[in-house]
């Protein structure tokens, strides 16, 4: 809110502050006025410092804090952190948690340096700045970018769609956030299929079906729009396909305007932001192992079986109700808050359903209808965002039960429920 965050000198109102504060924390990308244009030097490092933190998790920064200044991390402070990182032992956590911060740094340094590189070539010494700045955004699933003081306001990536480097590095920074630091930890350890976890091997599997089966069905709903909308090649509309599937789950960024998709392909990508990404990692959604658990149980009930299985494990009852009941609660919060906003906004259903599905699943992606929301609106759409990365599941424990009860978890396999 204060004057020197903004060009214009002007304090932001409460509300859109508060807003915009939630998006970066919670690592959404929602905006109500473009980042780019309507915030000065000071006020984009306040946004980038809360997408990072939000991205690595307050307990990673509390971490790197106390060990900035030489605190002991005691028992206590452990146990929350084993809570926080979805771990089954407080043995390793300290180091876990190190490992998380220099990984995240390394990723998103060797991601920037391609970006500044690239955009060096458009803008000089401001490419630079531009390049390690949407590495963070990236990387941290957020979609908060820049790229309005160059291309209009809330234009997203749209300059870029035919960008192979671009829209490479931007694809590969959100997979890497996406898909959890405990899977780019086994991955890097293990370096065999075979040796991974079942954890892994479900993510994994689960994030390359969605990317790839998202990316046939965008491209065979928009290939004529496509064509109008950016009078794009071939090539063209399976990289901006391909971007779309993945930027769908969790990030936020848009290479075409999405306004002008077909009320089927939007309805699609409200699937896909529904499922978001996977636990442990800086996106939202019901996560890619949920719904790795609930396609073997609905394949388990099709054949006639009593027990699912996973790459030949079998899965606890108690692991599919759990995942039965993240998908519910998360349901339920989506047909609610968009019930509330088509009281509230005036708007087509399908974009009301779109954002708030967006704000859910931390994804950030929009119709163009966030800067026109009502304060009722807004309030909705705060709460939706933060219920959407701590979880509903979360949520719902920590207000009923105030105790570890009913931790999602799947100690057999390392297989992370929500």
Not at 50 to 74: D, E, F, V
Not at 195 to 200: A, F, I, K
Not at 231 to 257: E, H, M, P
């Amino acid at each position: 809110m204060l004057p020197i965050a903004a060009v214009a000198g002007t304090g932001l109102p409460f509300i859109d502050a508060l807003f915009t504060a939630t998006s970066a924390v919670c690592v959404t990308g929602l905006v109500v006025v473009d980042t780019g244009t309507y915030f000065s030097l000071f006020g984009q490092l306040v946004i980038i410092s809360l997408i990072q933190a939000g991205g690595l998790g307050i307990m990673a920064m509390s971490t790197l804090m106390a060990i900035l200044i030489g605190k002991k991390i005691n028992l206590r402070q452990r146990l929350v952190m084993q809570e926080a990182l979805n771990q089954f032992t407080i043995a390793g956590v300290v180091r876990l948690t190190q490992y998380i911060i220099k990984v995240t740094l390394l990723i998103e340094f060797i991601g920037g340096t391609i970006l500044a590189i690239r955009w060096y070539q458009d803008f000089g010494l401001k490419g630079i700045y531009f390049g390690y700045w949407h590495a963070i955004s990236s990387f941290c699933n957020a979609g908060f970018d820049l790229l309005g003081s160059v291309n209009g306001k809330f234009s997203s990536a749209t300059g870029y769609v035919d960008d192979i480097a671009i829209n490479v590095v931007l694809s590969l920074l959100i997979i890497l956030g996406g898909i959890g630091f405990t899977v780019i930890a086994d991955v890097w350890t293990n370096r065999r299929v075979d040796r991974l976890s079942l954890h892994s091997k479900v993510v994994l599997l689960t994030t390359v079906v969605l990317i790839v089966f998202g990316s046939i069905v965008i491209f065979s709903l928009e290939y004529n729009n496509l064509t109008t909308l950016g009078g794009l090649s071939g090539q063209g509309k399976l990289l901006a396909s391909c971007f779309q599937s993945v930027t769908a789950r969790t990030a936020g960024f848009n290479t075409v305007d999405l306004s002008k998709f077909t009320d089927a392909t939007l309805f699609f990508m409200v699937l896909l932001m529904f499922i978001g990404a996977s636990p442990t990692s800086t996106g939202g959604g019901i996560k890619t192992s949920t719904v790795g658990v609930l396609a073997a149980a609905i394949w388990a009930l099709t054949r006639g079986r009593q027990d699912a299985e996973l790459f030949k494990r079998r899965i606890p009852q108690s692991i599919i109700y759990k995942a039965f009941s993240v998908m519910l609660l998360s349901a339920v919060l989506v047909i609610f808050v968009t019930m509330m906003l088509s009281i509230t906004e005036n708007q087509p259903f399908i974009n009301l359903l779109f954002e708030t599905t967006s704000a859910f699943g931390t994804v950030g992606l929009t119709t163009g209808i966030t800067p026109t929301l009502t304060v009722s609106g807004k309030i909705w759409i705060i709460i939706t965002m933060f219920a959407g990365r701590v979880g509903p599941v979360t949520l719902v424990l920590a207000l009923a039960l105030k105790s570890r009860k009913g931790n999602l978890q799947y100690p057999e396999g390392k297989l992370l429920i929500g």
